[in-house]
């Protein structure tokens, strides 16, 4: 006996979206007045300028060093599982 009337459950789950996404438009603001932007916060940082970090070089012996090292550190970690590494 379908009359086309909707279940009292789904009407109450209907109303329940409906209701979050009136409150969540609510909130939102339209209003374009505020001093800066994101772009003009951009803009300012590139006219103040970027400094790209320049670290030492580092020698052969060095690099590998610092990978063996890095290897350590990942071979004796706490946690195994579910690292992505599949063999």
């Known amino acids: ?5 909707k279940e009292p ?3 109450d ?11 969540m ?3 939102l603001s339209l209003d374009e007045s505020a001093p800066s932007t994101y772009l ?6 590139d006219h103040e300028g970027f400094v790209q970090p320049n670290p030492p070089r580092q ?4 690099f590998i060093a610092s990978a063996q090292r ?3 550190r990942w071979l ?4 195994h599982e579910d690292d992505g590494a599949a063999l």
């Open 1 to 5: 006996m379908n009359s086309g009337k």
């Open 9 to 11: 459950e789904e009407f």
């Open 13 to 23: 789950e209907e109303e329940l979206i409906r209701s979050e996404f009136e409150s």
């Open 25 to 27: 438009v609510a909130g």
């Open 40 to 45: 003009d916060d951009l803009d300012r940082i």
């Open 59 to 62: 020698t052969p012996r060095g």
């Open 70 to 72: 890095a290897i350590n």
């Open 76 to 79: 004796n970690r706490g946690y």
